[in-house]
């Protein structure tokens, strides 16, 4: 019931006017039945976005340290996610995988819609990082179509850091229903995995038209992160 309070009193109407979302493509998220829906992740609101605009509840695998942070932005954001019905997923370590792996596939066995960022953490300049193929495992473990989806101008509007949100239109755009049903059984395949990722995000790409890095966001994040941190600790020149 809070699920379809949030997107129709509370804070869908809110989303609307703020952002003022261009919505193309719906058609091809399926009415009935469980199908996965794929997209990037630029902005923090594309948690809420996507829930406000579809016809159809969707549930959302989402990060642990949204139901866990400290004070009252903590508890405010962990009140919003579980009253929206999504699911924390703890990111570390390959039991945490596997564990978001048997979340999803509850959601889908259901016949539900099962939100994912292949990605894995959100985009922190704006471009397309390259996809862990937990996606690809429940989607042939279910036997369901992906549908890719680009979020467009959200990361212009809410930037990582960013807790008020720019007022400015964005754009949500759905392509076709991929179907993996020719890889029925090769689940266990680490090729196959890395084909069906790839072909799912290559179909986000052509629609978000970003930049592609052929690298894991969270290892760039990581690298980024030593370096800015050694730069901090190097003694600095003595000025005149």
């Keep these: 019931m809070f699920y379809y309070l949030l997107k129709y009193v509370l804070l869908g109407p809110l989303l609307r006017l703020v952002f003022r979302p261009r919505i193309e493509g719906l058609e091809h998220v399926p009415d009935e039945g ?7 992740h630029l902005s923090f609101s594309d948690h809420f976005l996507m829930p406000a605009i579809l016809k159809r509840r969707i549930t959302f695998l989402a990060k642990a340290e949204y139901f866990t942070g400290p004070g009252v932005k903590g508890r405010l954001t962990a009140f919003f996610f579980r009253g929206a019905g999504q699911i924390p997923v703890d990111r570390s370590g390959k039991e945490a995988g596997r564990a978001a792996i048997r979340e999803g596939l509850g959601v889908l066995h259901r016949g539900e819609l ?79 995995l890395r084909a069906v990722t790839d072909e799912i995000m290559y179909a986000i790409l052509t629609l978000s038209e970003q930049e592609y890095v052929d690298e894991y966001a969270a290892v760039v994040k990581e690298r980024q992160a030593a370096r800015k941190g050694r730069e901090r600790r190097l003694p600095r020149a003595p000025l005149g």
């Design 34 to 40: 469980a199908a996965i829906v794929a997209g990037n």
């Design 114 to 192: 099962l939100g994912i960022y292949p990605e894995g953490t959100r985009s922190h300049d704006g471009r397309l990082y390259k996809g862990k193929v937990g996606v690809a495992v429940m989607a042939l473990k279910a036997g369901v179509p992906v549908v890719p989806c680009a979020m467009i101008g959200t990361f212009e509007a809410q930037p990582p850091g960013k807790v008020v949100p720019r007022i400015r239109p964005v754009t949500i755009r759905f392509g076709k229903a991929l179907d993996f049903s020719r890889y029925a059984g090769l689940e266990n395949e680490k090729a196959v």
